[in-house]
């Protein structure tokens, strides 16, 4: 049986970054609330995301862990984190998957539901 573990994600838009001979950036953070609820100790492997602006271009992003951490969450306990991203458009969203390590040592993968990654008053 595949342990539950829920996901929620919010998201703040923090400002521009301009670079020099670069477009102009719009810079999110988003923290991710990790919760197991299931009756057994899980480890977050690793993440992927798809970041998609405005636009419609994507970019994909994966690799191990979050944050430079693989955590062990025990049951009933949530892990929190907060990270940024960069786009290019006023909005955008993110959405994706972690892996995760049940105590039985399988491997199983839990969506992170998609959001929004927006400027204030940007959407109608």
Known sequence: MTPA????????YL???DQDKSPQMYVFSYTVNITNTSKE?????????LITNGDGEKVE????????????IAPNQTYSYT????LKT??????GFYKF???NQDNFKTPIPVFSLAVPNSLH
């Open 101 to 103: 390590q049940a105590h």
């Open 83 to 86: 990270s940024a991203s960069m």
């Open 61 to 72: 992003v994966e690799g191990d862990g979050v944050i430079g951490e693989q955590p062990v």
């Open 5 to 12: 573990i829920q996901i929620k994600v919010t998201s703040k």
């Open 41 to 49: 100790n899980v480890k977050l492997l690793s993440r992927y995301w």
């Open 90 to 95: 006023a909005v955008g969203t993110m959405q």
């Open 15 to 17: 400002g521009k970054q």
